[in-house]
Structures are given as structure tokens and as C-alpha cells.
């Protein structure tokens, strides 16, 4: 009987004397452990490195126009502090705005939504009982004091957060900057480390490079198209907090199936407190669904027609599994970093493969 012991061994068999195989296991998880215990101190230098390969299509398409290196790299690096300081001076400060006031809503509205909930064994005696509701109080007690509670010593430590956004603010544009200006050499200097023949990297690399850089395009055009159409429906109908809401609805497709989830839930809360179940209520609502619906049904297969080919199961398990090691950024670059995963399986010897060097002898 084929055991498993016997795969294993067969496997090992098969990939040890493939030189290529095994210093991509070495490449792989010294960079992997490299990440993982340097991510504290070199977040920056990631961050950096992560925009300025994004820029890089830019940069090459200046080249593609005849525009010398140098100048295409600071004609992109203008063009990004520029949305920068808008992001900074526009946006963020009316985002902020309408964030801070939104929370100081949430103590209304939860006394609102207990003054219904006290009504419920009134009309429903049979389903909701008193005892029921008064435990349900106190729970939601605690945990509103404890939410509290968070909020008073993120409070206090705003100073240390300021400072590292300013030290952001700082290093990673001149980062990004050299990252562009002296890619070559940069990537010359890595070179040097890596083995001389490293045709299965490249081969990863490859697919890496077009399935990332096509879902990041598509990506980017429908975060913006969302933005744009939800911001005009919020803004016809008057929704309160109409472009906080647009901001997060588009930011939600970034992060499949749970980003839509979770930016509904205020969508809902917001219409509800401003009209009750009124008409326009339930007018947002179904524009809202329906905007989603064209989104999931018309713009991602026009943008996303055979770019980044993953199941749903190995979507919802890159982003529980990223985002358990970084948060928040785990989150945001789980479909890329799956997307890794699944060129090195695709890239990777088969079991019915002869080694790299056996085919190269024969």
C-alpha cells in the first residue's frame, strides 16, 4: 500500500538532487523568516519597495514613450507626492471629520436601539421575555465599556503613533524615490546572492510579476469606479457621512467577500438612524445592492477575466491566515501573496517530472 511515508519519501527523492528546487526552498524561507522577525523595524523599507513596484509600470510607460529613465522616474515620483499631499491636505481631514462624528452618534443611536429592543416583550411576549433583554444589557454594557476603554489608551498613545506617521510621512517617499532611481543596480546587488542558475525562480517570478500586476490595475480602476458611483448615489440621496462611506465601500473590495460585509453593516446603521423604514431607506438600500451587484457581475469580469484564477476557499483561507501573522497589511495583501503561493505550486516539479538536471542531460 502507497503510504504516505512512501509519498514523502519519493518526493524528497525527486527534489533533492533538483538544485533549482532546492535553493528556492533556502531563497523562500530566508526570505519568509526575513519578513516575519524584521517587520517591526523595516515595515517602512517594505512599504516603500511595495509602492515603488507599483510606480514601476508607470515608469516603464514613460519609457515606452521614448522619455529617459530619469525623467520618467520623477515625473512618476511628482505625480505620487502630489496625490500624496492631496490624500493628506483634501481628503483626509474631511474623512476624519466625518469619522469623529460619526462616533460621537453611536452613544444616540445605541439608546435609540435599546428603546426598541425594550419594546420587543411588549409585542412579542412569547419570543422575548424581560430576563432575556436585561442579560443581553449587560452584555453589551460591558462590552461598550471596554470599547470605551480601548478608545481612552489609544487615546494615549496617539503621541507614538503620530510620530511614526511622520517618520513614514519622511522615509518612505525618499525610499520610493531610490528605489526607482536605482533599481537596477539595487536588483544587480541582490543578483549577486542568488545562484547562477535559477530558471525555476524566474519561472515563478514571471507569473508572479503578471498575474500581481494585472490584478493590481484592475484592482486599483475598481476601487476608484466604486468610490465615484457610491459617492454620487450617497450624495443624491443626502446620506449623512456620504464620503466616509463611499471611501470605505470602495476600500472593501480590496479584501473579498468580508470587506463588503463589514462596510455594510454602517451603510445600514447610518440610512436607518437618518430615515428609519422610510421610502428613502429602502431606496439606498437597493441602489446599494444594486450597485454591488453590477460590481460583482459586470466590472470584475470585464477587469478580472483570468487574472488571479483562485477559489473561493483559497481566498477566504489567504485572508485568515496573512492576516492572523500581519493584521491589518496580511489582510490588504492576501490575494498577492496567495497568488505566490499558487505560481510556486504551479512552477513547482511534479512527482512524474525528471529532475532539472536529468532533462537538461537527456
Not at 60 to 89: I, K, Q
Not at 117 to 144: C, F, I, K, M, N
Not at 150 to 159: C, E, V
Request: glycine fraction near 6%.
Amino acid at each position: 500500500m502507497y503510504s504516505v511515508l512512501d509519498w514523502i519519501s519519493h518526493w524528497l527523492k525527486r527534489v533533492i538532487p533538483n538544485r533549482q528546487a532546492v535553493s528556492f526552498i533556502i531563497i523562500l524561507t530566508a526570505g519568509f523568516m526575513t519578513v516575519i522577525t524584521l517587520s517591526g523595524m523595516l515595515m517602512p523599507v517594505y512599504a516603500a519597495a511595495v509602492i515603488a513596484y507599483l510606480l514601476e509600470g508607470l515608469v516603464s510607460l514613460c519609457e515606452r514613450h521614448r522619455l529617459p529613465r530619469m525623467a520618467a522616474v520623477a515625473l512618476v515620483f511628482l505625480l505620487f507626492v502630489a496625490f500624496g499631499l492631496f490624500m493628506l491636505v483634501a481628503l483626509l481631514p474631511v474623512l476624519y471629520q466625518q469619522s469623529a462624528s460619526l462616533i460621537e452618534q453611536v452613544p444616540a443611536w445605541v439608546k435609540s436601539a435599546q428603546a426598541l429592543v425594550t419594546q420587543l416583550p411588549q409585542r412579542y411576549p412569547h419570543v422575548v421575555t424581560r430576563q432575556q433583554l436585561d442579560q443581553l444589557s449587560s452584555v453589551l454594557g460591558q462590552e461598550w465599556l471596554a470599547f470605551g476603554q480601548s478608545l481612552l489608551s489609544y487615546s494615549y498613545s496617539s503621541i507614538v503613533n503620530i510620530i511614526t506617521v511622520t517618520v513614514y510621512v519622511v522615509l518612505v517617499p525618499l525610499l520610493i524615490f531610490f528605489f526607482l532611481k536605482d533599481r537596477d543596480r539595487l536588483l544587480a546587488w541582490f543578483g549577486q546572492f542568488l545562484p547562477q542558475d535559477r530558471h525555476l525562480l524566474n519561472r515563478v517570478w514571471a507569473e508572479v510579476d503578471m498575474q500581481i500586476g494585472n490584478y493590481v490595475r484592475g484592482k486599483l480602476f475598481e476601487v476608484l469606479a466604486l468610490f465615484l458611483v457610491t459617492f454620487l448615489a450617497f450624495s443624491l440621496m443626502d446620506l449623512h457621512y456620504g464620503l466616509l462611506l463611499a471611501v470605505l465601500t470602495g476600500l472593501s473590495v480590496i479584501i473579498p467577500y468580508i470587506g463588503a460585509v463589514l462596510v455594510t453593516i454602517p451603510v445600514v446603521l447610518v440610512a436607518y438612524f437618518q430615515w428609519g423604514a422610510s421610502p428613502d431607506f429602502w431606496t439606498l438600500m437597493m441602489t446599494y445592492a444594486a450597485i454591488h451587484i453590477l460590481d460583482g457581475a459586470l466590472l470584475v469580469t470585464v477587469l478580472f477575466s483570468g487574472v488571479v484564477n483562485l477559489h473561493p476557499v483559497a481566498i477566504i483561507v489567504a485572508i485568515l491566515f496573512f492576516g492572523g501573522l500581519w493584521g491589518f497589511w496580511g489582510v490588504f495583501f492576501a490575494i498577492p501573496l496567495a497568488t505566490l503561493v499558487k505560481a510556486i505550486l504551479n512552477s513547482w516539479p511534479r512527482m512524474d517530472e525528471a529532475p532539472v538536471g536529468e532533462r537538461q542531460r537527456t
